[in-house]
């Protein structure tokens, strides 16, 4: 599987993005989506997650401002990001995984870039 993400960028504090990943695969729906952020040289983290279900959960940091759904007929999943403030400059990165019996699938996106400043 591989996951694309787009729609990264630069943006002015208070503003907002919507970043995008598109999963090439045929079983999209059975995936847990999620979101995760990184520095380079510091540990991935995780920002929200949409499960196949679609439930939702997302790091307390961001509660409130971001925003994840999932369109299975697209086979894509959202981050909506509002109110961004500096502290949420990273890399992002999307993640699809999926239990099958007892092997885990797991796949991530090449990540892209989220700068916020002035």
């Known amino acids: 599987v591989q996951l694309v993400e787009s729609g990264g960028g630069l943006v002015q504090p208070g503003g907002s993005l919507r970043l995008s990943c598109v999963a090439s695969t045929t079983i999209f729906s059975v995936y847990d989506m999620g979101w995760y952020r990184q520095v380079p040289g510091q540990q991935r983290e995780l920002v929200a997650v949409i499960t196949s279900g679609g439930h939702t959960n997302y790091a307390d940091s961001v509660k409130g401002r971001f925003a994840t759904s999932r369109d299975n007929a697209k086979n894509t999943v959202y981050l909506q990001m509002n109110s961004l403030k500096s502290e949420d400059t990273f890399v992002y990165y999307c993640?699809?995984?999926?239990?099958?019996?007892?092997?885990?699938?797991?796949?991530w996106g090449q990540g892209t870039q989220v700068t916020v400043s002035s």
């Open positions: 993640k699809a995984e999926w239990w099958d019996g007892g092997t885990k699938y797991s796949y």
